[in-house]
């Protein structure tokens, strides 16, 4: 050999390199009122990562190593159902005293959990594939610090409750805190089998694998102890909760086009709101998104619903229902609250239970009590259930009364907000971030602040009182809401229209300037109706425009505006929500080319995020070959991110359903860019069922349907009646 020859390097064994630990890509399960967030590897070891119930964290550490390392990651992925977390790892090598260490990169690990009936099922399966007996130690690390939601998302507490020793048995781990609020708080993890050792932080196996041997373990966590672990209990809860995700995802009509990854947007925006949905008593409610908002939030279960109001109705009226039960009945300025308003958001943890925050119950949302009328209208539209409307007339009468209480004191008779206590939301739209309202030169306004949004929200909410007295017999109550709403209609086009911007702007400040600021905002004015088509048409062509088209969807700010900030909450991010409502709205103007738009941009990010839109990203103008920059908190899955397809599908489609007339309203419809055949089965309309079949015929579209059950109607208009069958 030549002397000069550079030296080989030594091949790497694979399974010992050390890779860095963190950063991992986060995990979310969901089972009704608890949440686990966890890395690839499966390990909760971050400081916002854990197992949550009722807004406590139950479980704040559970590290898996062998030996003293973790394992090398092959891969951590959810399922496409989102029941069951599973990260598959191998071993590194592993010294052994008094001898060589043994392979790497011959032990397979397995790691598969799942959520059933608020508790963490987890089974650990080892695999040798070495042709010898590998003994490995099998280390768990754990801790609980019943830490509330708002203290892992960074609020500082004077004084907390006493956490007592942990509980050690053969196989078993209690853990327990005494609240301030006078609550006992615990978790119990158990084993399958007794650990070698097992302390209050710590469990070791030693085990011996011979080669092609498997072995299991089976843990689990909850609030309470439960039977010991073991197989036939993982099986028989994993069968159960898969047999209910199934359930929860067949609701309403079945979607389909001939695109495959389109189909796979549409399949895992239904699992994700599957898996945000949550069973009360009042019916199913979509939680707003995990981690920091795994609660009823009465905006974003509104928005939520109305997402998928056109193909599964029975969300609307849970969401409704809920929202209409606990509605205000006092006031208090702490919790923003007053009679007849609906609410923000709910929270059972220790803080909320204390007063140090009020978000127990809280009510600081300006927009949630005309959008819970607004809701309720469009509802019976859809489903032509007055029986049900008639529950809830009284609460509509109490939201109509707060409404009609705080215009009566806006000296324009506008919807206006200011926060009652220092501890509640300074803003109280959609964009409730401390920076998202401001004058054009950046500076804050004093309140009470009037968004444009909410102006839009109270007409919608006054024209369907004007629909729904009128159906009730009272006609002059119902002129009363007509003149209402074209009050208020007036007001916005005369006090937020800014003629050499051809744009409203965001908010009236409490001396009733503009705050002539380019924001997101006159989007969802489009989606109630209330501008004058000139005027629409010249917000969709800003909105279409680069200043607030990233490429990605809407920015919620422009670009050229103060404040700007592509890496903000709502100050330039892009919210696929907030595109969609957008969009919805650009419809309901005849904007066709603007929809498809959209719609891809939309689509086009779910393909780069693994079909999984998250709560928001930054709006960076896109760039070739690159993904959307994502925003580094924003909740991942979230309610409002996921029905945004089934929003701009409704767009796109033009379809407008009435259940008491048994009609079926299809206007100029179009589809998305790629996609040349959507089918909608099962479309329940009234007391029928429909199956629609949308086709691109050249340029236009063509609707086939057939009808089961009592006749339904079909409704086109002229340029697509002509290509009907």
């Given at each position: ?333 702490f919790r923003d609250s007053a009679p007849g308003k609906i609410m923000h958001e709910t929270r059972r943890g220790e803080m909320a239970a204390l007063g140090e925050v ?20 469009a509802y019976a539209e859809r489903t032509g259930d007055f029986e049900q409307l008639d529950r809830w007339w009284p609460a509509l009468e109490r939201a109509c009364g ?324």
């Open positions: 050999m030549n002397d000069l020859a550079p030296a080989q390097e030594a091949p790497v064994e694979w399974g010992d390199i050390e890779e860095p630990r963190v950063p991992h890509r986060l995990y979310a399960l969901k089972d009704r009122d608890t949440f686990l967030v966890a890395d690839s590897h499966g390990d909760i070891v971050g400081a916002a990562d854990g197992l949550f119930h009722n807004d406590t964290r139950i479980l704040s550490r559970w590290e898996l190593t062998l030996g003293d390392r973790s394992p090398t990651l092959l891969s951590g992925a959810v399922s496409q159902d989102n029941v069951y977390f599973t990260s598959h790892g191998l071993n590194r090598a592993i010294p052994v005293p008094g001898g060589p260490s043994s392979p790497p990169g011959v032990v397979h690990l397995e790691r598969k959990r799942f959520l059933w009936h608020d508790r963490m099922y987890e089974r650990i399966r080892l695999t040798n594939y070495s042709r010898e007996t590998m003994c490995l130690p099998l280390v768990f690390q754990f801790e609980a610090d019943f830490r509330d939601m708002f203290e892992v998302r960074g609020a500082i507490r004077r004084n907390r409750g006493r956490t007592l020793a942990p509980l050690v048995g053969a196989s078993t781990v209690r853990f327990r805190y005494q609240g301030l609020d006078q609550v006992a708080r615990e978790s119990v993890l158990s084993f399958s089998e007794p650990p070698l050792t097992l302390n209050e932080d710590e469990a070791l196996y030693e085990l011996e694998l011979a080669r092609d041997d498997c072995r299991e373990i089976f843990i689990e966590v909850g609030a309470a102890e439960a039977e010991a672990p073991s197989r036939g209990r993982f099986r028989a809860a994993a069968a159960r909760a898969r047999f209910a995700m199934r359930g929860r995802r067949r609701q309403g009509a079945r979607i389909s086009t001939n695109g495959r990854l389109f189909n796979a947007w549409i399949d895992k925006s239904r699992a994700d709101l599957a898996l945000l949905t949550t069973p009360m008593r009042t019916g199913p409610y979509p939680y707003a998104g995990i981690p920091w908002f795994s609660t009823a939030f009465g905006r974003d279960g509104i928005i939520t619903a109305w997402q998928i109001l056109w193909f599964e109705p029975a969300l609307a009226r849970g969401v409704l229902s809920y929202l209409a039960e606990h509605q205000a009945q006092e006031t208090s300025a009020p978000f127990g119950r809280y009510y600081g949302g300006v927009d949630t009590t005309p959008l819970f009328v607004a809701l309720a209208g707060w409404i009609l209480e705080s215009a009566a004191s806006h000296p324009l008779g506008l919807l206006a907000y200011e926060r009652g206590a220092e501890s509640g939301l300074s803003n109280q739209g959609w964009k409730d971030s401390g920076d998202s309202i401001f004058h054009a030169d950046g500076s804050f306004p004093e309140g009470p602040i009037a968004l444009v949004e909410v102006q839009g929200y109270a007409y919608a909410a006054y024209r369907t009182m004007a629909l729904l007295t009128a159906r009730r017999g009272h006609l002059d109550e119902a002129e009363r809401w007509s003149q209402r709403a074209e009050r208020i209609r007036e007001t916005v086009e005369r006090h937020f229209w800014m003629p050499e911007q051809n744009f409203y702007g965001i908010a009236l400040d409490g001396r009733n300037e503009l705050c002539r600021v380019r924001a997101s905002n006159p989007g969802h004015l489009l989606f109630s109706g209330l501008p004058h088509p000139d005027r629409a048409r010249a917000v969709a062509d800003s909105l279409l425009s680069g200043a607030f088209f990233s490429g990605w969807g809407l920015r919620t700010l422009a670009l050229d505006q103060a404040r700007y900030n592509p890496m903000s909450y709502h100050n330039g991010s892009v919210w696929p929500h907030d595109t969609a409502v957008t969009t919805l709205g650009l419809s309901r103007y005849g904007e066709r080319a603007g929809v498809v738009k959209l719609t891809a941009a939309l689509f086009e990010a779910a393909a780069q995020l693994e079909m999984r839109l998250p709560e928001l990203y930054c709006g960076f103008r896109r760039a070739a070959g690159e993904p959307p920059v994502a925003y580094p908190v924003a909740c991942l899955p979230q309610a409002w991110a996921a029905g945004a397809v089934f929003m701009m599908l409704q767009a796109c489609l033009g379809l407008r359903l009435h259940g008491e007339a048994a009609e079926v309203e299809i206007n100029n419809p179009t589809l998305p860019i790629g996609i040349d055949r959507l089918a909608i089965e099962g479309l329940q309309v009234g007391a029928g069922e429909i199956d629609l079949t949308f086709e691109r015929q050249g340029s236009r579209v063509a609707v086939h349907s057939n009808s089961r059950g009592p006749r339904l109607r079909v409704c086109y208009d002229d340029r697509t009646k002509a290509l009907s069958s």
